[in-house]
Antibody
Framework: EVQLVESGGGLVQPGGSLRLSCTAS????????MNWVRQAPGKGLEWVSH????????YYAESVKGRFTISRDNAKNSLYLQMISLRAEDTAIYYC?????????????WGQGTMVTVSS | EIVLTQSPGTLSLSPGERATLSCRAS???????LAWYQQKPGQAPRLLIY???SRATGIPDRFSGSGSGTEFTLTISRLEPEDFAVYYC?????????FGPGTKVDIK
């Protein structure tokens, strides 16, 4: 079964850090680019970051640049998002999604998301 | 950054009716790399249409996409009860891969 499962969300204070994980199964993870997309409570979707299959290319939304770092471990079929200097406006459900080639492929596989709440 | 605008914000229709959703881009979308996603409450988004007009795997043929350049349309030919949801367009041709604000299709 093709699946993405996110974990690592939780409650964190403003200025704090958190690391999200996404574990893939049922497809050839090492060949595919991956993304993080977030959704604030009651709001729309916001693309956050992309990483290529080989770790060679990363892209970030301006809203997270310099604070978030995307990475992956193909041996573990895992995608990560390291988040530092968290702000209240980072509160959202964070989804990982497959987008095989940046600039060419839509996001065809999505996880169920993990909730991040930034609050004191 | 390409800004996407969707209209209307809410579409109130009855089952069996036709739904027409619009997505307008602030500049031309590279190679018409425009996707449509459906999201139901408490669920992750689901890819419906990619490349402006190609249906994703398993998507019923009542869903169709059209358009090019800066103007795109998602049409649901006859609404089924399970189609009432929020629909987002997204351009994935150039980073940042922006989404529109969404159109909610609800039951009249």
């Amino acid at each position: 079964e093709v699946q993405l499962v996110e974990s690592g969300g939780g409650l964190v204070q403003p200025g704090g850090s958190l690391r999200l994980s996404c574990t893939a199964s049922g497809f050839s993870f090492r060949r595919d680019g991956m993304n993080w997309v977030r959704q604030a409570p009651g709001k729309g979707l916001e693309w956050v970051s992309h990483i290529s299959s080989s770790n060679a290319t990363m892209y970030y939304a301006e809203s997270v640049k310099g604070r978030f770092t995307i990475s992956r471990d193909n041996a573990k079929n895992s995608l990560y998002l390291q988040m530092i200097s968290l702000r209240a406006e980072d509160t959202a459900i964070y989804y990982c999604a497959r987008g095989r080639i940046a600039g060419r492929d839509a996001f065809d596989i999505w996880g169920q998301g993990t909730m991040v709440t930034v609050s004191s | 950054e390409i800004v996407l605008t969707q209209s209307p914000g809410t579409l109130s229709l009855s089952p069996g009716e036709r739904a027409t959703l619009s997505c307008r881009a602030s500049q031309s979308v590279s190679s018409n790399y425009l996707a449509w996603y459906q999201q139901k409450p408490g669920q992750a988004p689901r890819l419906l249409i990619y490349g402006a007009s190609s249906r994703a795997t398993g998507i019923p043929d009542r869903f169709s996409g059209s358009g090019s350049g800066t103007e795109f349309t998602l049409t649901i030919s006859r609404l089924e009860p399970e189609d009432f949801a929020v629909y987002y367009c997204q351009q994935y041709g150039s980073s940042p891969f922006t989404f529109g604000p969404g159109t909610k299709v609800d039951i009249k």
